[in-house]
């Protein structure tokens, strides 16, 4: 077994990031960095290095240091995993005169990411996990070796990895 092989990434992909559609019918996507890329620890160092509340919750102070690396994490995933979205990324409809309206548009932004990720804790799951998946991060050699695995990109950005069966 190559070791190198089955558990190397690539380190472009981990930085520009990869296309993971949110539905099904591939209306929505998101481009994702990868968990714990050269970004987010410089992320963490600093952070860790300027917030002395921070600072004391990684040591373990206090029965709140849970939550508040929590939320570091979470900062982190949005300044430096989400990267981009697109498509039909909408806020909540109403109903309206019997009618069921489509929300407004949300443009990426590190602000929307942050609001999305507080309001929808699934959604800030399904990041979690997506940006955790080895096998979106790697370089395939050939047909054979994709497997269940597509190759797509969104313009100049990395290819991305979709499960297609």
């Not at 309001?119 to 399904?126: A, G, V």
């Amino acid at each position: 077994m190559d070791i190198y092989a089955s558990f190397g990434t690539s380190p472009t992909k981990e930085i520009e990031g990869v296309k993971f559609w949110l539905d099904l019918k591939k209306t929505a996507w998101v481009i994702l960095a990868r968990y714990n890329n050269p970004k987010m620890r410089d992320y963490f160092r600093r952070r860790l290095n300027t917030d002395p509340t921070y600072k004391r919750a990684v040591r373990g102070g206090g029965d709140d240091s849970g939550e508040m690396m929590a939320h570091l994490t979470m900062e982190a995933i949005v300044e430096t995993v989400i990267l981009d979205w697109g498509g039909e990324i909408r806020e909540k409809g109403v109903k309206k005169n019997g009618k069921n309206l489509r929300g407004e548009l949300i443009p990426y932004s590190k602000e929307n990411a942050f609001r999305l990720c507080t309001d929808l804790p699934e959604f800030l799951d399904f990041v979690s996990d997506a940006c955790q998946n080895l096998a979106a991060y790697q370089e395939f050699d050939d047909e054979d070796a994709l497997g269940n695995y597509e190759q797509s990109s969104i313009g100049n950005e990395s290819g991305a990895i979709e499960k297609t069966g």
